[in-house]
């Protein structure tokens, strides 16, 4: 069965440090990559998505995500952070034949001010 | 992007009583889903809304126990029947607008059973 596996499951850092969250999956089929991420009281809210191309994907806030493919990961990365982005994060996986989407169990980044 | 609603927000309920919660979004999607996450947990799918047919369920979802409706493509119910401690949890909808190729979340129905 398809999973997807988040190495931290709690993250603390200090302002401007640089983030990396690991993400693998275990499906070896064609995929496509989220990361979500959910702020204190608020929505799930998507950060970035990987379909298809160049597998250095942007995303909002400053984060970006490297999927390679021979290590079925996912990485997101953030070169400084901010105390704002204290929040959980959840990279999923949804097979390309398919319209479910599975999310790892998250990591809870907290930004020390 | 849709916009998704549902009610209610939150709800304390009594053990063995049933609650249904509704979605409803502001406009026609081809997929929806209803989504478990219980406390510090991920989120875990219960269940994809099918319009016009029965509800299709993932392994340890059964029917008698979260019911699901998708009466049009803007509107879907979950409910949680007979309820106990165990299912204390937010419960949220979920969407894809096959045109955005990207999947939305409503707020969530956090749910305490006492």
Not at chain 1, 72 to 85: A, E, G, H, M, T
Not at chain 2, 1 to 14: E, G, L, N, W, Y
Not at chain 2, 102 to 112: D, H, K, S, V, Y
Request: a neutral charge; charged letters at 15%; aromatic letters at 12%.
């Amino acid at each position: 069965a398809q999973s997807v596996s988040q190495h931290n499951h709690h993250v603390i850092l200090s302002e401007a440090a640089s983030l990396e969250l690991g993400c693998n999956y275990s499906y070896g089929g064609t995929v496509n990559l989220f990361w979500y991420v959910q702020y204190p009281g608020q929505h799930l809210q998507l950060l970035l998505k990987y379909f298809s191309g160049d597998p250095l994907v942007k995303g909002i806030k400053g984060f970006e995500a490297e999927f390679i493919k021979s290590k079925f990961s996912f990485n997101l990365r953030k070169p400084s952070v901010q105390w704002s982005d204290t929040a959980e994060y959840f990279c999923a996986v949804n097979e390309r034949r398919d319209d479910k989407i599975i999310f790892g169990k998250g990591t809870r980044l907290h930004i020390l001010p | 992007s849709a916009v998704i609603s549902q009610k209610p927000s939150r709800d304390i309920c009594q053990r063995g009583t049933s609650l249904t919660i509704q979605c409803q979004v502001d406009s026609q999607v081809t997929m929806m889903f209803w989504y478990r996450q219980q406390p510090g947990q991920s989120l875990t799918l219960i269940a994809t809304a099918n319009q016009g047919s029965e509800a299709t369920y993932e392994s340890g979802f059964v029917i008698d126990k979260f019911p699901i409706s998708r009466p049009n493509l803007t509107f879907s119910t979950l409910t949680v029947s007979n309820m106990s401690p165990e299912d204390s949890s937010i419960y949220l909808c979920s969407v894809v607008e096959t045109s955005f190729n990207e999947q939305f979340f409503g707020p969530g129905t956090r749910l305490t059973v006492l």
